[in-house]
């Protein structure tokens, strides 16, 4: 079963995830401040971090961004704010979910479930597991990408997004159709996000991001990829 980090600097709330995630068969270990979540997650080979956005020492946000200088595991933020504009910052720090306290746990499970599922799976199989456009490359066995040769770390969401649009070049998506396949439930009024990913995937693998050569818009309908 997945092992699952869950760092919050309210301990009764800590408590009680890890309680409830115990007990669906998940092994979980805790923190209490940004600075032992990003030593956990260097050194614990976890499967999924849950976060809190307001801790001790470093908040959730830097120790997301820290994470993602070595890791691609899926993260989960959690907040007491709810504000879409909290929601954009913490995806464009490398969060793969947002869960607005208070909350129910078992929403937070079938976030959980969903997040490790896309991980496991990358979403879909494929008789090749090796997904190539121009200098952009995907291995979908390992999740990893690469950029003209060099590694490039992407988040479970960014990946999931991209080996979409790899295995379907030319075909145009709107955001909401991207948010319905790739996040798997509705993002009310958040299309932004799926403009935040786009961004970051710009970012990461476009050799001119300000001038994209594969990660296209079309202009009033959506995204695409360009092939070739």
Same mark, same amino acid.
């Given at each position: 079963m997945a092992k699952i980090l869950v760092v919050d600097d309210e301990k009764v709330l800590v408590k009680g995830?890890?309680?409830?995630?115990?007990?669906?068969?998940? !092994? /979980?270990?805790?923190?209490?401040?940004?600075?032992?979540?990003?030593?956990?997650?260097?050194? @614990?080979?976890?499967?999924?971090?849950?976060?809190?956005?307001?801790?001790?020492?470093?908040?959730?946000?830097?120790?997301?961004?820290?994470?993602?200088?070595?890791?691609?595991?899926?993260?989960?933020?959690?907040?007491?704010?709810?504000?879409?504009?909290?929601?954009?910052?913490?995806?464009?720090? @490398?969060?793969?979910?947002?869960?607005?306290?208070?909350?129910?746990?078992?929403?937070?499970?079938?976030?959980i479930r969903a997040l490790l599922r896309r991980a496991g799976s990358? @979403?879909? %199989? !494929?008789?090749?597991?090796?997904?190539?456009?121009?200098?952009?490359?995907?291995?979908?066995? =390992?999740?990893?990408?690469? %950029?003209?040769?060099? !590694?490039?770390?992407?988040?479970?969401?960014?990946?999931?997004?991209?080996?979409?649009?790899?295995?379907?070049?030319?075909?145009?998506?709107?955001?909401?159709?991207?948010?319905?396949?790739?996040?798997?439930? =509705?993002?009310? @009024?958040?299309?932004?996000?799926?403009?935040?990913?786009?961004?970051?995937?710009? =970012? %990461?693998?476009?050799?001119?991001?300000?001038?994209?050569?594969?990660?296209?818009? %079309?202009?009033? /309908?959506?995204?695409?990829?360009?092939?070739?």
């Open positions: 995830i890890k309680f409830n995630l115990e007990h669906e068969g998940y !092994q /979980v270990e805790v923190g209490y401040d940004g600075e032992t979540a990003v030593e956990l997650a260097r050194t @614990g080979d976890f499967d999924l971090i849950i976060l809190d956005l307001m801790m001790p020492k470093i908040d959730g946000l830097q120790a997301c961004m820290r994470i993602r200088e070595f890791s691609n595991v899926p993260i989960i933020m959690l907040t007491a704010r709810s504000e879409d504009a909290d929601k954009i910052i913490g995806f464009e720090c @490398g969060a793969d979910d947002y869960v607005t306290k208070p909350f129910n746990i078992l929403e937070l499970r079938a976030r990358g @979403g879909q %199989k !494929q008789r090749d597991n090796r997904l190539r456009i121009g200098h952009i490359e995907l291995d979908t066995d =390992e999740r990893s990408a690469w %950029k003209d040769g060099e !590694q490039v770390y992407l988040t479970a969401k960014e990946f999931d997004l991209m080996e979409l649009l790899m295995r379907n070049p030319g075909r145009v998506y709107s955001r909401e159709n991207l948010l319905n396949i790739v996040w798997g439930y =509705e993002y009310a @009024g958040e299309f932004r996000t799926v403009d935040v990913h786009i961004r970051r995937l710009r =970012e %990461k693998l476009e050799l001119d991001p300000a001038n994209p050569a594969y990660l296209l818009t %079309k202009w009033g /309908v959506g995204y695409y990829l360009k092939n070739g």
